[in-house]
């Protein structure tokens, strides 16, 4: 009965790989996000999709790609993977993508550039 | 732009003594505050959130937060901590005016509470 779920759990690669993480969440929400959390624990928004379209793009890097196949999923591909990448990325939910709406998280997958 | 500050990145406390772990935010519109949970190796969990109403709203396991408009500031506190709150808290503030009315969260850097046996 997970709510949010992404894999992989742990994803360890090296420099110039592309790669993608899953997530998919089960509480019928509308909006869906990646954050990513740094060695020091700040968390930061990346993207947000509201029914499978995009709503905020926070000055990533175009060599991060999210899609929305329906609005249970949201999938994150980056390409050309750098050092700077190592973090933990999270997915998230909200039922809508009002100020007031709580955040649903999944546990996250832990990416590790070498 | 909104913001949010945790003022303190550690907090050790001993199991059973009360704990406050506070939060300061800034913006010029009304905004939503929210407490976060995150134990080691997993997401973020919701703790407890301030919507309207009540300055002084009830979480989970416990804990409590008191809104405080003319501080700024919203504060966590639970009177008596158990081993099991060893945790990092993160105090996050949401609005929807710079986002073309869509939500946008900032959280704070975080504050890890370690509580000591």
């Known amino acids: 009965d997970t709510a949010v779920s992404q894999t992989p759990k742990y994803l360890v690669t090296q420099m110039g790989n592309d790669k993608s993480i899953k997530c998919e969440q089960n509480?019928?929400?509308?909006?869906m996000y990646w954050y990513k959390q740094d060695s020091k624990k700040f968390l930061k928004i990346m993207f947000s999709?509201?029914?499978?379209?995009?709503?905020i793009n926070e000055t990533v890097p175009n060599r991060f790609s999210p899609k929305s196949p329906d609005k249970a999923h949201l999938n994150l591909h980056i390409n050309s993977l750098e050092l700077g990448d190592s973090a933990v990325y999270f997915c998230?939910?909200?039922?809508?993508?009002?100020?007031?709406?709580?955040?649903?998280f999944g546990n996250g997958t832990r990416l590790t550039v070498t | 732009a909104q913001s949010v500050t945790q003022l303190d990145s550690q907090v050790p406390v001993f199991e059973e003594a009360p704990v406050e772990l506070r939060c300061n935010y800034s913006?010029?519109?009304?905004?939503?505050l929210f407490w976060y949970v995150q134990y080691p190796n997993q997401g973020l969990q919701l703790l407890l959130k301030?919507?309207?109403?009540?300055?002084l709203v009830k979480g989970i396991n416990g804990f409590e937060a008191e809104f405080n408009k003319s501080q700024t500031s919203f504060h966590l506190r639970k009177p008596s901590v158990h081993i099991s709150d060893t945790a990092e808290y993160f105090c996050?503030?949401?609005?929807?005016?710079?986002?073309?009315?869509?939500?946008?969260?900032?959280f704070g850097t975080g504050t890890k509470l370690q509580v000591i046996p």
């Open positions: 998230a939910s909200s039922q809508v993508m009002v100020a007031n709406s709580p955040l649903h």
């Open positions: 509480l019928g929400h509308d909006t």
């Open positions: 999709y509201n029914n499978k379209e995009l709503i």
């Open positions: 913006s010029s519109v009304s905004v939503y």
């Open positions: 301030y919507l309207s109403g009540s300055t």
């Open positions: 996050a503030v949401s609005d929807d005016r710079d986002s073309g009315g869509y939500q946008k969260v900032t």
